[in-house]
């Protein structure tokens, strides 16, 4: 059975190409729609009403009263509408045909991947304080998978896209 993020990912994709056209996605147009999709899943699952409050996190943040909850209500909230703007970027860089608009985006996301993988869950990983930076960076699978992956492509298909000069005479 598939699983949410499979699902959520080809549902971004097929409506990327049916806005797109039917035409072939470079590594740089696929780059892009990978790392918006990953955003997804979490979007959906923060609309569906109740998810919040029955996550383990949520549980830990009743004990400091509700001060505290209040706040981190509000940090996910915030963090929420960054990831909703970090998709809709995608997907507008996924429409564009200049080849140096789709690059800045994806050096953006490539950095925002980097900075989420080895600051945010190496600097600051809830799930491993005791563990040594390397493995809270490559021992967490979702990191991996949410973070380092897509930075890996978006670089590759940086590196690898043409120069949008490359056509021009002088």
Same mark, same amino acid.
């Given at each position: 059975?598939?699983?949410?993020?499979?699902?959520?990912?080809?549902?971004?994709?097929?409506?990327?190409?049916?806005?797109?056209?039917?035409?072939?996605?470079?590594?740089?147009?696929?780059?892009?729609?990978?790392?918006?999709?990953?955003?997804?899943?979490?979007?959906?699952?923060?609309?569906?009403?109740?998810?919040?409050?029955?996550?383990?996190?949520?549980?830990?943040?009743?004990?400091?009263?509700?001060?505290?909850?209040?706040?981190?209500?509000?940090?996910?909230?915030?963090?929420?509408?960054?990831?909703?703007?970090?998709?809709?970027?995608?997907?507008?860089?996924?429409?564009?045909?200049? &080849?140096?608009?789709?690059?800045?985006? $994806?050096? %953006? +996301?490539?950095?925002?991947? /980097?900075? @989420?993988?080895?600051?945010?869950? =190496?600097?600051?990983?809830?799930?491993?304080?005791?563990?040594?930076?390397?493995?809270?960076?490559?021992?967490?699978?979702?990191? &991996?998978?949410?973070?380092?992956?897509? $930075?890996? %492509? +978006?670089?590759?298909?940086? /590196?690898? @896209?043409?120069?949008?000069?490359? =056509?021009?005479?002088?």
């Amino acid at each position: 059975m598939p699983s949410l993020l499979d699902i959520s990912i080809l549902v971004a994709g097929g409506l990327f190409l049916l806005l797109k056209g039917l035409t072939m996605p470079s590594l740089l147009d696929i780059s892009i729609l990978v790392a918006g999709g990953l955003f997804l899943p979490i979007q959906l699952l923060c609309l569906i009403p109740g998810v919040m409050e029955h996550s383990r996190c949520y549980g830990e943040l009743r004990r400091y009263g509700a001060a505290s909850l209040a706040h981190w209500e509000h940090v996910f909230l915030i963090d929420m509408g960054k990831n909703l703007t970090l998709v809709l970027l995608c997907a507008w860089a996924y429409l564009q045909t200049s &080849v140096a608009s789709k690059k800045a985006v $994806a050096t %953006l +996301m490539s950095i925002q991947n /980097l900075w @989420a993988a080895f600051v945010a869950h =190496g600097l600051a990983s809830p799930e491993m304080p005791g563990e040594p930076y390397l493995k809270r960076v490559f021992g967490q699978p979702v990191v &991996v998978i949410d973070c380092l992956g897509p $930075a890996a %492509l +978006m670089v590759a298909a940086i /590196l690898t @896209a043409p120069d949008a000069k490359a =056509g021009k005479k002088k």
